[in-house]
């Protein structure tokens, strides 16, 4: 039995730890920065305030991850972010396919709780920080309301992933709140007063049908009369639940960290009044079997405090797409502001415009300018309200975090501040290891003099050409669409195609490419042609002139005609992609983005793929064959398609595809790292949208790794992930390595974008 005799004044347990890096917040970008550390070598302490790790994309709120492929509603083609977040998003598909919240609560711990070099304390909150001068921090306190243990953590180097700033708040750092005017940043989307300077939360509900007849009284608290207090309810439907309802939002003209328990109740009021309205009003007579699941306790938020840098990024960084020296991520989300009146306003839920392409994000928006241990990631990095609209969203923030990861593993391997690293010139150093474990930077290729791959001489059992992909599916060209076709420099190839109609009438062709290198939105036309479709079959060749300046994709455009079927193909290729000139209103994408003047965003069409099972490439023939899909492919230091495949595809007919390296003298290798095509164009949303496959089709399941003599060294079978690091116990010397490789199916061959050997790691 425990007995204290000290009556007077009693002190919490206390438990003091030492760690290399401290990180607060357990949100994407908090989990994504603790795990790329812990695995550089860094002893981490993660400090999540609440019981499970994830936050908005978490159980408690259940808002599924986006970043650059926006639903794939824009045009941004393999743009989902790479590394970390991408092993969590494909491992949760595989797993968690349908989109369980629950389920992806599990995988997130059990990725953080698998790494030794990460302490994870979960429901402890920071409330004070400790300096050692003025721009120094030296330890946070945070107390767990579970175990009544106050943790006083210390470290050299912190890092603020909260959300809502907490540790940057209490250090001093510098930061701001609200909407910057347009003559600031010449920012000319700044928001106007009227419309509001915060972001509000959201809080989500969950529905489902029981078969039978169900009740619903409302609590006294919820809202009366929604139709009126709600314009938006005109439009609702029984159907819609979860994060779909991301327009139940509330909080943008009070204070959105001091008075989010009031947001909650008024959202929580909202929330008990629609569903009364849903169950009996009358009007749905399909909710008569149907009752509330589940409704968040917390609210999801988008928008607090935004922390200074040494650089903020602003809306021009985004549309303009600007390049900077210190990049190391990227974002793709529109700049999507909401009105601050949130639910009860007439507007619009939200007001999205879009860039052309992705944008980098740069080193010096990740620290803080005046603390000089402090590291910035997720939602408070430095931003304007503007460019902040885009950078926001979870997958960005996760990105982002990954960043502060490896600086952090930078910094203390250096004995130097975040700020250090770009005063030292290691910069390049910093986007080299990034780009080492998935981390697409645009425009940065990854080269290391360690990768032995590169010394090697290079064969494979087969290269993949695209001349033909082969007919067998009809579609009516009800839509306009385009076949993505990489292409060398020089003139354009020569197509054939097939299309069918039952009448005379005229078909509208169209060869475009992009203004921008790297860019999927086809704003330049070079030829246009009007052929004529006879009854029946219609073997169509178009002999194009144009000549190519630069390695590029172009766009082999067939324009809406809904008396024509087009033949299709259901042969997919890595790096060979169809889409189509959709509307995604999910996205404020309507076909063409007409912004009104002068707002500083850009006109111009979307063209977008479908999702699998749909989203067939047009059967074509193409002559000369293109030869893009090289075994020299695997020595480029980019992981995905851009300008081109970037991988060396097999052909379908070979039997055995491999490929292999021979060095002059023997090598010894205790590492190897292999990139499989794990689609990057997927958006791989996290909650209620479930997805066709639980493993993308063009990823490499089994694979064998085989020395000069035919020794077995290494086999995989069932793989997954985009990347599979192989490290050995014991060094493999060899002159000779092959990579046999297993066709992923019948209709998609094997494919590897990159292969690296290291002797030591």
């Not at 994504?32 to 609440?50: F, H």
């Amino acid at each position: 039995m425990l007995k204290d005799d000290n009556k007077e004044k009693r002190s919490l347990r206390r438990e003091d730890i030492h760690t290399d890096y401290a990180i607060v917040g357990g949100g994407l970008s908090g989990v994504c920065a603790a795990i790329t550390a812990a695995r550089m070598g860094l002893k981490v302490v993660l400090i999540q305030d609440r019981p499970v790790l994830g936050g908005n994309s978490s159980s408690e709120v259940r808002l599924w991850i986006l970043g650059a492929t926006s639903h794939m509603g824009n045009n941004n083609r393999w743009s989902r972010e790479g590394g970390v977040i991408d092993e969590i998003l494909v491992e949760n598909t595989y797993k968690n396919k349908e989109g369980n919240p629950l389920l992806f609560d599990v995988i997130l711990l059990d990725k953080v709780v698998g790494e030794p070099n990460i302490t994870l304390l979960l429901n402890t909150a920071v409330n004070a920080v400790k300096k050692s001068n003025s721009e120094t921090i030296s330890s946070v306190s945070a107390f767990c309301s579970q175990n009544s243990v106050e943790y006083v953590v210390k470290a050299p180097l912190f890092c603020d992933a909260s959300g809502d700033g907490i540790v940057g708040f209490l250090s001093g750092a510098a930061f701001r709140m609200g909407a910057e005017s347009k003559e600031e940043f010449g920012e000319k989307f700044a928001p106007t007063a009227e419309y509001g300077e915060l972001l509000g939360h959201s809080l989500y509900f969950y529905s489902k049908d029981t078969g039978k007849p169900v009740k619903f009284i409302p609590p006294d608290f919820a809202l009366k009369n929604i139709t009126a207090e709600i314009p938006r309810f005109k439009s609702f439907n029984a159907k819609e639940h979860g994060c779909k309802l991301w327009w139940l939002e509330y909080g943008g003209r009070l204070d959105t960290v001091h008075d989010t328990e009031k947001i909650k109740w008024e959202l929580w009021k909202v929330v008990y009044g629609a569903w009364d309205y849903i169950k009996n009003s009358g009007k749905f007579p399909e909710a008569d079997t149907m009752t509330l699941e589940w409704v968040g306790t917390i609210p999801g938020k988008r928008e607090s405090r935004r922390f200074e840098g040494d650089y903020m990024l602003k809306q021009q960084d985004i549309i303009e797409q600007h390049t900077h020296h210190d990049a190391v991520a990227y974002g793709g989300w529109s700049i999507d502001l909401h009105p601050a009146d949130g639910v009860f306003s007439e507007k619009p839920g939200c007001n999205q415009w879009h860039s052309k392409g992705i944008y980098q994000i740069p080193y010096r928006c990740l620290y803080s300018k005046n603390i000089k241990n402090l590291f910035l990631t997720g939602r408070i990095i430095s931003a304007s309200h503007v460019a902040f609209a885009s950078t926001r969203v979870m997958a960005t923030s996760a990105h982002v975090g990954q960043a502060v990861g490896m600086a952090a593993y930078m910094a203390a391997k250096n004995d130097l501040y975040p700020r250090d690293i770009l005063k030292h010139n290691l910069i390049a150093q910093l986007q080299r290891e990034l780009l080492k474990t998935g981390q697409h930077i645009p425009g940065l290729e990854y080269n290391d003099p360690n990768d032995l791959v590169q010394i090697a001489k290079l064969s494979a059992s087969s290269e993949y050409q695209l001349n033909e992909l082969s007919s067998d599916i009809l579609k009516p060209v009800d839509i306009s669409m385009a076949q993505m076709i990489p292409l060398n420099t020089g003139k354009v190839p020569q197509i054939i195609f097939h299309a069918e109609s039952k009448s005379n009438t005229k078909l509208v062709v169209e060869l475009r490419i992009s203004g921008k290198h790297e860019n999927y939105t086809p704003d330049i036309s070079l030829e246009k042609h009007t052929l004529s479709i006879h009854p029946g079959r219609n073997c169509l060749q178009i002999d194009f002139t144009s000549i190519i300046s630069r390695p590029s994709y172009a766009f082999f455009v067939v324009h809406k005609n809904p008396d024509v079927e087009l033949h299709f193909s259901h042969q997919r290729v890595t790096g060979v992609l169809s889409v189509f000139n959709l509307v995604n209103k999910a996205v404020s994408n309507f076909g063409k983005q007409t912004p009104p003047e002068d707002i500083g965003v850009e006109e111009f069409e979307f063209w977008c793929p479908q999702r699998r099972p749909e989203g067939h490439n047009v059967a074509i023939k193409v002559e000369p064959a293109l030869k893009t899909f090289k075994v020299s492919n695997i020595k480029t230091g980019i992981y995905r398609p851009t300008n081109q495949p970037n991988a060396w595809v097999a052909l379908l007919s070979d039997a055995k595809p491999h490929i292999v390296l021979e060095w002059p003298d023997k090598k010894e290798i205790s590492k190897i790292d292999v990139f499989f095509d794990a689609d990057y164009d997927h958006p791989m949303e996290t909650v209620l949208m479930g997805h066709p496959e639980d493993v993308m089709p063009f990823c490499v399941r089994n694979y064998q790794i085989k020395d000069g003599v035919g020794n077995l060294i290494y086999e995989k079978k069932d793989n997954y992930q985009s990347i599979n690091r192989i490290t050995f116990d014991q060094p493999v010397i060899v002159d000779k390595l092959t990579f046999f490789v297993e066709h992923p199916s019948k209709q998609i061959p094997a494919a590897i974008f990159a292969i690296r050997c290291y002797s030591f790691f």
